[in-house]
């Protein structure tokens, strides 16, 4: 019967401290999720979903380029600024390149980069899961 008590003790110890561990759902993240339009310099257009201040990578002529949005505003979410990246490779280190300054739902604007990217944010969403209830 000891051996059962003890047994049961150590196994709520072991739950309350995984339970202690894991961050309320308040303190998560919470990422809104960012649509881009990207025009290549070859043409081509690409279709981007990056959580905000995440960053998405597409290559180009042998070399990738990264995307980072950033959210200006509260919600809705209308005032972005993507920053622009060529990224690292064994030889080189990360670079940035530049921004460009959008506007939810507006016209592509093209980046003062080499190569220049035009860029425009389609739209903003909260992220899917149970911390999109909040705000």
């Given at each position: 019967?000891?051996f ?21 759902v ?52 209308t ?57």
């Amino acid at each position: 019967m000891k051996f059962h008590s003890v047994f049961f003790a150590l196994i709520v110890l072991f739950v309350a401290g995984i339970a202690a561990g894991s961050p309320p759902v308040s303190d998560l993240p919470y990422n809104p999720v960012v649509d881009m339009s990207v025009a290549l310099p070859d043409g081509q257009t690409k279709t981007l979903s990056v959580p905000e201040s995440g960053l998405t990578t597409i290559m180009v002529a042998n070399s990738d380029y990264g995307f980072r949005p950033t959210i200006l505003d509260s919600k809705p979410w209308t005032r972005v600024t993507v920053t622009i990246f060529k990224m690292g490779t064994q030889t080189q280190y990360t670079k940035e390149l530049g921004e460009v300054n959008l506007k939810t739902g507006g016209a592509a604007v093209a980046s003062e980069t080499t190569p220049s990217f035009r860029i425009a944010v389609t739209k903003v969403m909260p992220p899917a899961g149970p911390v999109a209830e909040q705000g």
